[in-house]
């Protein structure tokens, strides 16, 4: 949820006003929106925010006016998004939808605030020039920020002092150690050389994960890739989920640049428009 509608909703808590959340919880093959759009309505029902427009959003708005009938807590409604099916939505997309539809008592809200400010976590490997521009970037987008780096006078509080979590690894081989990824995690590959990205990458693909992104250029993606056909046994079909060079190409130079172009990238991957 992005911080408007948790801002907006604080306030509607606040003048003691009911409303009902709506959430996607999980998609199957293509989706409007991907895991963890959401909606916010009001009992006179307008809306914040949305989980994927056309007829998926119509079906949902008329599940939220229900809720206000009904006060259920919480279910799950599950959207079939193709023309075929009898029961699907008669949408294009080809793919399904589930969709969480939540009552929220302004009398009551239990835990609603912390449970619903749920962010994606990036992973950041390398925390030099790029890695320390492009933390507070994605900070401020709302994404959780993990910096990890092997040399400790990098990875620190002082250099990294909002981020979500800095850690000091011993090398960038078996770097996932103690992480769990999942379908939300992203991996932001900025080592300080091209052995570094390797041993990130090769240990990244193994990984359940929303986004790999890797920096350098084609001459050294090339190489890399090579090796991790013909050493490691990766397809080509696996590396071409990898975005590489990383970012939007906005001729971008400095490090501060570079930045807004990885985060241009991930915005268009968590808003369902990836080309991987």
């Given amino acids: 949820m992005s911080n408007k509608i948790i801002y907006f909703a604080r306030d509607l808590l606040e003048r003691g006003e009911d409303f009902v959340i709506a959430k996607v919880v999980d998609t199957h093959g293509s989706a409007p929106r991907k895991k963890g759009a959401w909606m916010l309505m009001r009992s006179d029902g307008t809306t914040e925010g949305t989980v994927g427009g056309g007829r998926i959003e119509a079906e949902t708005e008329k599940r ?3 809720a206000f009938g009904t006060k259920e807590k919480s279910r799950i409604y599950h959207f079939k998004l193709n023309t075929t099916e009898q029961d699907a939505l008669d949408m294009g997309c080809g793919g399904d939808a589930d ?3 939540q009552y929220i008592s302004a009398g009551d809200p239990g835990n609603f605030l912390e449970e619903f400010n749920i962010r994606s976590t990036v992973y950041i490997f390398g925390a030099g020039h790029v890695g320390l521009a ?4 994605l900070r401020h987008i709302d994404f959780r920020t993990v910096v990890l780096d092997d040399r400790e006078e990098y990875a ?3 250099r990294f002092p909002q981020a979500g979590e800095v850690r000091v690894i011993d ?4 770097s996932f150690g103690g992480i769990e990824c999942d379908d939300d995690s992203y991996i932001v590959i900025v080592t300080r050389g091209h052995m570094g990205d390797y041993d990130v990458l090769k240990d990244a693909l193994e990984q359940k994960r929303a986004y790999i992104g890797m920096i350098g ?3 050294k993606t090339r190489l890399l890739y090579e090796k991790l056909m013909n050493d490691d046994g990766y397809t080509k079909e696996q590396l071409e989920k990898v975005y590489t060079p990383i970012g939007e190409n906005i001729y971008a130079e400095t490090p501060e640049e570079i930045a807004v172009s990885i985060a241009a990238e991930m915005i268009k991957v968590r808003n369902g428009h990836g080309e991987r």
């Avoid at 090398?171 to 078996?174: I, L």
């Fill in 99 to 101: 969709i969480q539809i």
């Fill in 171 to 174: 090398s960038f081989k078996n």
């Fill in 134 to 137: 492009l933390e507070p970037v």
């Fill in 64 to 66: 939220c006016l229900e």
């Fill in 217 to 219: 250029s084609r001459s």
């Fill in 156 to 158: 620190s509080r002082e």
